[in-house]
């Protein structure tokens, strides 16, 4: 078979417009150490959901042979860095064969220069991707309130700066009667988004894409279903396959745990106020006091709750000023101007002193609805035969906005008959994608959600099986050489019907398997 080749090129935006901005090709400056690729989950286990950012590394020339002519040329801290070159630079690696066009794009956040005069003179550049942002922003949003885990989703991506280029967000069944009440203040959006995909049984993570190569995505449960027209077959041209081949990939026990929400009988209590005063007081003419309240049960200050349809406070009502932090001063209660942020589990609150004297805050309160979290619900199922035989393997879920343990009950129960009996797990599987046209353009093709099946005779796969793409390496080499590592994960090849859908009784004759909803 003829050795084919994708081309390969490295492009960033030099002029500070975030990515969409110009993009410059440097490739010329890339050194021929491997550019590494690196997105998605690494893992086929049902807790693992969501992916985190992905790293993208890669050398550039620092010497005078590059296309600056000077030393220094990509070293951040060296006089001669390259105008528009640094930390958190949009860059991106395009490949492009028989047509097909992929990017993956990432920002930059180290740059490691080799130091010495005898040595390559190279700057190893790590990039990574936009779920970094997420990893690093607390959840921006207010309590959410009967709510589709998608539209959540949705709402916690708005917040996050800066937004992703493209954003593909599946249709929920699922809606929660409230969500975001049970975090703190300091709660990172990533693992909201972890959260959301575990209790919708989906996934969320980033693709690849034609256009920029910034995808984002929340895959919602029943989307794998009964799978789909494999990208590819890979038979006899894996360059390496992992199988885990143990016992603790049986799972045969589940336990899920769940959360009802009381949201009624609580209505306009003090869901916030100041656990004491501040000693410091608040400038004249213009001075601002910021400070950060948790909602929490007026009768039991340590416990965290939720509240909703929250009260603008009121002089005198919610909130006193003094010129003196015991109170016992002059009342300044007038000219003190308050304004409320609301947030899902706190509120921000902002003070503004017009006083021409310094004035201390001597009471705050926020009225508004109390959401209170009830007894926690556990639903569980087991196989008591693949218990016997293999003995027992719990797996636990923590389903923090599942409030219906109807719906809990049916997800441990599809859990259960998904990983109860042994099957073909494979951790990773590699081939290098140079070796045929099929081969490349299944590497140019393969991405998180893909599905491609597999043969493997000594390992016991002797009829090809179907799996998903759960993550992605690619590792290109000198003379582009592309080596391709998937991270699989089997897929149910079941045909399902949902009754609340509107399916046919009639498609219930051993063609479908009923769906959980």
């Known amino acids: 078979?003829?050795?084919?080749?994708?081309?390969?090129?490295?492009?960033?935006?030099?002029?500070?417009?975030?990515?969409?901005?110009?993009?410059?090709?440097?490739?010329?400056?890339?050194?021929?150490?491997?550019?590494?690729?690196?997105?998605?989950?690494?893992?086929?286990?049902?807790?693992?959901?969501?992916?985190?950012?992905?790293?993208?590394?890669?050398?550039?020339?620092?010497?005078?042979?590059?296309?600056?002519?000077?030393?220094?040329?990509?070293?951040?801290?060296?006089?001669?860095c390259r105008s528009g070159w640094g930390y958190n630079i949009p860059i991106r690696v395009k490949q492009v064969y028989g047509g097909v066009t992929r990017y993956l794009l990432g920002y930059i956040t180290d740059l490691v220069s080799e130091p010495g005069l005898y040595e390559e003179q190279r700057v190893f550049v790590t990039a990574v991707t936009w779920l970094d942002f997420a990893a690093r922003t607390n959840v921006p949003t207010t309590l959410q309130i009967d709510k589709r885990a998608d539209e959540v989703f949705s709402a916690v991506i708005a917040g996050i700066s800066p937004a992703p280029a493209n954003l593909v967000v599946g249709l929920s069944n699922d809606i929660y009667p409230i969500a975001l009440d049970n975090i703190s203040a300091n709660t990172k959006a990533l693992s909201v988004i972890a959260d959301l995909a575990r209790n919708e049984m989906g996934y969320a993570g980033e693709r690849r894409d034609a256009t920029i190569g910034q995808t984002v995505f929340f895959e919602v449960r029943g989307a794998r279903a009964g799978a789909g027209s494999p990208i590819v077959t890979l038979d006899k041209s894996m360059h390496d396959l992992s199988m885990p081949g143990g016992r603790a990939d049986i799972l045969n026990k589940f336990r899920a745990t769940s959360y009802p929400r009381d949201q009624f009988g609580h209505e306009g209590i003090a869901v916030a106020?100041?656990?004491?005063?501040?000693?410091?007081?608040?400038?004249?003419?213009?001075?601002?006091?910021?400070?950060?309240?948790?909602?929490?049960?007026?009768?039991?200050?340590?416990?965290?709750?939720?509240?909703?349809?929250?009260?603008?406070?009121?002089?005198?009502?919610?909130?006193?000023?003094?010129?003196?932090?015991?109170?016992?001063?002059?009342?300044?209660?007038?000219?003190?101007?308050?304004?409320?942020?609301?947030?899902?589990?706190?509120?921000?609150?902002?003070?503004?002193?017009?006083?021409?004297?310094?004035?201390?805050?001597?009471?705050?309160?926020?009225?508004?609805?109390?959401?209170?979290?009830?007894?926690?619900?556990?639903?569980?199922?087991?196989?008591?035969?693949?218990?016997?035989?293999?003995?027992?393997?719990l797996t636990e879920f923590d389903l923090k906005y599942q409030s219906d343990p109807n719906v809990v009950d049916q997800l441990v129960a599809y859990q259960l008959y998904l990983y109860k009996d042994p099957k073909g797990y494979v951790t990773s599987v590699s081939f290098v994608a140079n070796q045929s046209a099929t081969l490349m353009a299944a590497a140019m093709?393969?991405?998180?959600?893909?599905?491609?099946?597999?043969?493997?005779?000594?390992?016991?796969?002797?009829?090809?099986?179907?799996?998903?793409?759960?993550?992605?390496?690619?590792?290109?080499?000198?003379?582009?050489?592309?080596?391709?590592?998937?991270?699989?994960?089997?897929?149910?090849?079941?045909?399902?019907?949902?009754?609340?859908?509107?399916?046919?009784?009639?498609?219930?004759?051993?063609?479908?398997?009923?769906?959980?909803?």
């Open 1 to 80: 078979m003829p050795w084919v080749t994708p081309v390969t090129t490295v492009e960033a935006v030099l002029n500070g417009s975030g990515i969409l901005g110009t993009w410059t090709d440097i490739s010329v400056d890339v050194t021929n150490d491997p550019i590494k690729l690196s997105w998605g989950i690494k893992s086929y286990r049902p807790q693992d959901r969501c992916a985190g950012p992905g790293p993208i590394t890669l050398a550039m020339r620092n010497d005078a042979g590059s296309s600056g002519g000077v030393v220094g040329y990509y070293a951040p801290t060296h006089a001669n």
């Open 273 to 393: 106020s100041l656990a004491s005063v501040p000693r410091t007081p608040i400038a004249a003419s213009g001075g601002t006091l910021e400070i950060w309240l948790n909602y929490t049960d007026p009768v039991q200050r340590d416990t965290r709750i939720g509240a909703k349809n929250q009260v603008n406070p009121v002089q005198y009502t919610d909130y006193t000023a003094n010129t003196l932090v015991d109170g016992t001063g002059d009342d300044k209660t007038t000219t003190l101007g308050v304004v409320c942020a609301y947030f899902a589990s706190s509120v921000k609150v902002t003070f503004t002193n017009t006083d021409a004297l310094p004035v201390y805050v001597t009471a705050f309160q926020l009225r508004g609805d109390g959401v209170y979290a009830l007894n926690p619900v556990t639903s569980e199922a087991s196989d008591p035969t693949s218990v016997a035989t293999y003995a027992e393997n």
């Open 445 to 517: 093709a393969g991405d998180v959600t893909s599905v491609f099946d597999m043969v493997e005779t000594m390992t016991g796969l002797t009829t090809a099986q179907r799996y998903f793409i759960n993550g992605v390496d690619i590792e290109i080499a000198e003379f582009e050489v592309v080596t391709v590592t998937w991270y699989p994960t089997p897929a149910d090849m079941n045909a399902y019907a949902r009754l609340d859908t509107g399916t046919p009784v009639s498609q219930l004759d051993g063609s479908a398997l009923l769906g959980w909803v």
